[in-house]
């Protein structure tokens, strides 16, 4: 059974900055590429950063230069850590996770696996 479980949200101002990681089990994590989505109320889920299998990472346009993916294969661990975080960037933050020949999809449908989400709340 897959599971991925977020952690590290939280409540912060603007300009601070918050790291997210997520604990993946019952996956080949390293044979999959991993990703970061965002859902603000209101809104439709969207998609933040991947990191495919070898490393290679994407990201959204609006948090490229401010956040950073990465992961520890042998702990089966997605980090986002998150700087210069705006009052824009308050959603509801899920890992989730894709076969690594989709890497380029942005879409959530397109990605198998999903963590139940971490909130992260920036205060102006």
């Known amino acids: 059974q897959v599971q991925l479980v977020e952690s590290g949200g939280g409540l912060v101002q603007a300009g601070g900055s918050l790291r997210l990681s997520c604990a993946a089990s019952?996956?080949?994590?390293?044979?999959?590429?991993m990703g970061w989505f965002r859902q603000a109320p209101g809104k439709g889920r969207e998609f933040v950063s991947i990191i495919r299998k070898n490393g290679r990472t994407r990201f959204a346009e609006l948090v490229e230069g401010r956040f950073t993916i990465s992961k520890d294969n042998a702990k089966n661990t997605l980090y986002l850590q998150m700087n210069s975080l705006k009052p824009d960037d308050t959603a509801v933050y899920y890992c989730?996770?894709?076969?690594?020949?989709?890497?380029?999809?942005?879409?959530?449908?397109?990605?198998?696996?999903w963590g139940q989400g971490t909130q992260v709340t920036v205060s102006s």
């Open positions: 019952g996956l080949p994590f390293s044979n999959w590429a």
């Open positions: 989730a996770g894709v076969d690594d020949s989709k890497w380029y999809e942005t879409r959530p449908s397109e990605f198998r696996y």
